[in-house]
């Protein structure tokens, strides 16, 4: 089973103005959100960890995260907002964010009110702004100083600096949460936005698998992806689609991965530092062919497993 860790709030799309009325079409959401679902879709038992809203969105929330069949027993819930991301698509389908959360429940769990975990959680995903603001980021830190021993440790810093501007901020949690990460994927955006253009990838990647990660993918959307492990990198394209927009691509790239890892009996620390090349191939392969799906439709709207192929 997987543990999934992070934000959940409402993805806002707006669209056409018509005189006074601006329309505006509303999708739960949340990169976290977002892999607890596509782990679900892909068949995989998924609980979700997150402080949740008593309001009438946080209801929402919890009836979709039902409906997908994730777990929410974990999840606090405050008498606190929920977080509207509000999302404005370019002409390519690529989003320009603004998030509206302060003070709101996805950013309040506490160090106190982590769970005990049962033998059943075999990795523990984490990634983006609850990563970052307090006291959330320091839970969820918490959480994987406490586990790494025992769970896959996955992340996605999925970097939002509309919601922390402070790119100092963001490299010392990558920073830190790379070296208690077993899985990190991050794409090139994420990656120049915390380093610069500069930055070597490969440099990079072999400064996190040194640090004690055992797998880094870097992805480039419709450039397909990279990744290196102690036995080398491999290079995978992304097949070829229309893109609707971007939305959720990496959220089910991610999820593709851990997926798969679970399918092949590799969701182990240790395993992911040995794939080879042909299985570390096979394993973007897949993510990248999930992602394109999500790329092909609407919002963030995740594959089923029957709609990739196989593994």
Not at 96 to 122: I, K
Not at 295 to 311: L, T
Request: charged share 25%.
């Amino acid at each position: 089973m997987f543990l999934v860790c992070g934000e959940a709030l409402f993805d806002v799309f707006i669209g056409d103005e018509t005189d006074n009325a601006l329309h505006l079409d509303a999708r739960a959401g949340g990169s976290p959100f977002n892999v607890a679902v596509g782990l679900a879709r892909l068949g995989q038992p998924v609980a979700f960890l997150s402080g949740l809203a008593k309001d009438m969105l946080g209801e929402r929330l919890v009836r979709t995260l039902k409906r997908e069949a994730v777990d929410t027993r974990l999840c606090p819930l405050f008498d606190a907002p929920t977080t509207l991301g509000m999302v404005e698509l370019d002409a390519a389908g690529v989003p320009r964010y603004a998030f509206y959360g302060n003070g709101a429940a996805d950013r309040l769990l506490t160090t106190g009110q982590l769970p005990a975990l049962g033998e059943e959680f075999r990795a523990i995903h984490i990634g983006s702004y609850a990563t970052v603001v307090e006291p959330v980021a320091s839970a969820l830190e918490a959480l994987v100083r406490r586990e790494r021993g025992r769970r896959l440790i996955a992340y996605d810093p999925n970097i939002r600096l509309n919601v922390e501007p402070s790119v100092a901020r963001w490299r010392e949690r990558v920073d830190t949460l790379t070296g208690l990460a077993h899985l990190v994927k991050i794409s090139d955006e994420d990656l120049h936005l915390l380093y610069g253009d500069g930055e070597d990838e490969a440099a990079l990647a072999q400064r996190w698998l040194a640090g004690g990660c055992g797998l880094v993918v870097v992805t480039r959307g419709a450039k397909g992806a990279s990744a290196w492990n102690a036995r080398g990198r491999v290079d995978v394209p992304a097949p070829k689609i229309t893109t609707v927009d971007t939305v959720g691509a990496g959220d089910t790239f991610q999820a593709a991965m851990l997926a798969h890892l679970a399918e092949t009996d590799r969701l182990d620390a240790a395993a992911l530092a040995t794939l080879d090349g042909d299985a570390l191939a096979r394993l973007v392969d897949f993510a990248a062919r999930a992602a394109a799906i999500t790329c092909s439709r609407r919002g963030a709207d995740m594959p089923r497993r029957g709609e990739i192929g196989s593994a």
